[in-house]
């Protein structure tokens, strides 16, 4: 049993309010998921070739100021640094392969968390308001934003198999559910070259998703080919750069609520967490049906 969470602002004069909106609905999720939790945001998005990078520092006490000194030093250019304890958000034109490459010898105890033009990520153990207060994330601002609190029933309870995962740039997934085919998935996906960070069952269903945009299906059209090749129960919300997508199994059995009016569109696993929104009394509420795809545009 997990909690999901997303909020896309249809009216721009809320975004300065988005962290405001969001934390409420995610601490609404902590009997659902207890363990860790995570959100993904996804703001304007970064001009030419700049890319926002993500970090997880796992382990120790990070040591930002070092890791600045050494990367200026290795890569040319400017590059603006937001930390926020074990967390950082580099904002380079330096290309992000070659930043992972020279990660793995210089500092393997760094995690990236995603990568792309709109997209930070914060995710961690414990409670959702713990994460919220240790990241500042009621104060964040943006379009929309994907989130997740864990109650694990398959794999292990770390910063790298919270949700939201992410593959390729600008996309995320946060699931309930589970699936009973991951590593099927995997022995097709890694002869590909795609290789994995977790054993989580959910990272399967993300780069399956990212793989079929990259082979170049746009997202609806690559959850459609997952009905073919996921087997299990699940209630998948994604986001990208420009759009914010949830899709329930066959059998519907995870719950999923749905709220839209004029200003925004809110989804949670229960309408608990949706109770606090402003003018949700006049809302479009709704279960999402099962094995039907909706999907809005930021």
Known sequence: MCGIVGLLLKEPSLRERLGELMTPML???TDRGPDSAGVAIFGE?????????SLFWREGAADWKR?????????????????????A???????????????????PQIYVLSVGRSIDLYKDIGAPAEIVRRYGLDKV????????????????VTPAHAHPFTAGQD?????????????????????????????NDTEAACRFFEWRMREGDDLTTAVHAGFRELDGFFTFLMGTDSEML?????????PAVVAETEDYVAIASEFRSLAHLP????????????????????
């Open 67 to 87: 890791l600045k000194q050494e990367f200026a030093a290795e890569f040319s250019g400017a590059h603006r640094w937001v930390e926020t304890g074990q967390h």
């Open 246 to 254: 949830i899709v329930r199994d066959a059998f519907a059995c995870k």
């Open 45 to 53: 998005p970064q001009s030419g070739d700049s890319r926002k990078i």
């Open 27 to 29: 601490i609404g999720m």
């Open 279 to 298: 003018g949700v009394r006049h809302a479009n509420v709704f279960e999402p049906k099962p094995e039907e795809v909706y999907a809005w545009k930021a």
């Open 89 to 107: 958000i580099v904002t380079t034109a330096t290309p992000p392969d070659e930043l992972r490459a020279w990660l793995v010898d210089a500092a």
């Open 141 to 156: 601002t943006g379009t929309h934003v994907v989130a997740h609190t864990r109650m694990a029933t398959e794999s292990a």
């Open 171 to 199: 996309f995320c997934l946060v699931h309930n559910g589970s699936l009973s085919n991951p590593h099927l998935v995997r022995k097709k996906l890694e002869p590909l070259g795609i290789s994995f960070v977790t054993d």
